[in-house]
């Protein structure tokens, strides 16, 4: 089965505009035209393309993702070089999962904070705490403003 440029978009939630950049990009070389010059796409190519939407969403840069496909467009002698590609990039996603779980906690701890009964206390303490130790490093605070 073939689909249209417009029918891709559709079914990937991208852009017709995304596409046409991607394909700019070099990141749709597996992509043919008829003979009317239009891009036709088939089902792999929209397996193809659910990777690339992976790998973006994953922020990996645009030329690491064109680097991956022509990996791809080579054939099976890249799979090493494929899998190296693919593990610098998982491990840039864990690292970066790593900091937004330390940063979710954070975010948590805030709002538990706030949803506490005596959190006008709380916050009261905090200021009194912060303009102590600006005080004793003869420094403004901002908490007596």
Known sequence: MTYSIKEVAEKTNLSIYTLRYYD??????????NAAGYRTFTDSDLSLI????????????????RQYIAYCMAGPDTIEARKQLLRRHKQEVLDKQRKLTENLQEIDYKLAVYSNPHARDIIDQERQAVTAEKTANQLASWANQ
């Open 50 to 65: 659910h990777t690339i939407c992976c790998l973006k969403n994953t922020d990996m840069k645009i030329k690491d993702i």
């Open 24 to 33: 700019k990009q070099g990141l749709l070389p597996f992509v043919s035209r």
